[in-house]
């Protein structure tokens, strides 16, 4: 069966030839259309024998790419051996300057709760001293002057410390989470995942002839061929 894809053939020797492997590359593939489906003997061994026309129209086809591929890599790889040097004191830079930033960032925060820490405590006492004043005033028998007293203390609020590192156009800090497992024992089963990878090479190592509980093994069969 001829291929229905139309290849235009060009007059350059090169893409003629580029051509005339996309031709045969595409009449292998609509011939194997034909046994999509087998169903008796015959088909059964033209379909083998079609089966290693296409693998060796694909390893053709791979050849080809990688050698039009080739010195484009090599291109490629030069450019960036080019610059690497640029690019890796380029990275270390940002590396040390967002390390900085962030140290900065974070002492100024420790610094800010500190004097909220003192604040909030002076605040406290001031509370404190207030209310036994009240009480006292109380205790004399002075009513209104407890009521006063007592007002003045929940009235009393501690300042709001502003201290932060300095706000720069185009610098934003954004919060990660990092996970660290303590004790595996104590994580919640919805959390743990099964190494699917792990018993992928079990089963295929006992050659399916293995039992695993809450797992079930199928035989998946598939057709390989050298390629002609």
């Known amino acids: 069966m001829e291929s229905n894809e139309l290849v ?17 590359c ?7 259309q034909r046994f999509e489906k087998v169903t008796n003997a015959l088909d059964y061994t033209r379909a083998a024998d079609m089966l290693k026309s ?10 080809l790419t990688d050698a039009l591929m080739k010195p484009h890599k090599d291109k490629i790889r030069e450019i960036k051996d080019e610059f690497a040097e640029s690019y890796h004191r380029l990275e270390k830079a940002e590396e040390t300057l967002k390390a900085a930033i962030v140290a900065f960032d ?8 500190e004097e909220q820490r003192k604040a909030d405590l002076l605040v406290k006492r001031q509370q404190e ?14 009513e209104e002057k407890a009521i006063q007293l007592q007002e ?11 201290r932060a590192a300095p706000k720069v156009s185009g610098l934003n800090m954004r919060e990660t989470y990092r ?4 004790n595996e024992n104590l994580v919640p089963i919805t959390y743990k995942c099964v190494d699917t990878q792990k018993l992928q090479r079990v089963v295929s190592a006992a050659r399916g002839k293995i039992d695993i509980p809450g797992v079930r093994i199928e035989v998946v069969k598939r ?6």
Do not use: C, W, Y
């Open 179 to 182: 996970i660290i497992v303590e």
């Open 152 to 162: 003045r203390a929940e009235q009393v609020v501690a300042p709001v410390s502003q």
């Open 129 to 142: 001293t207030l209310r036994k004043r009240a009480e006292k005033a109380m205790e004399q028998g002075d």
């Open 8 to 24: 235009e053939v060009p007059n350059d020797p090169q893409q003629a030839f580029h051509a005339g492997i996309q031709h045969g």
């Open 223 to 228: 057709a390989a061929s050298t390629s002609t």
């Open 106 to 113: 974070d002492a100024e925060e420790e610094k800010r709760k």
């Open 54 to 63: 296409v693998k060796g129209s694909l390893k053709s086809l791979d050849a």
């Open 26 to 32: 595409l009449t292998v593939a609509s011939e194997a």
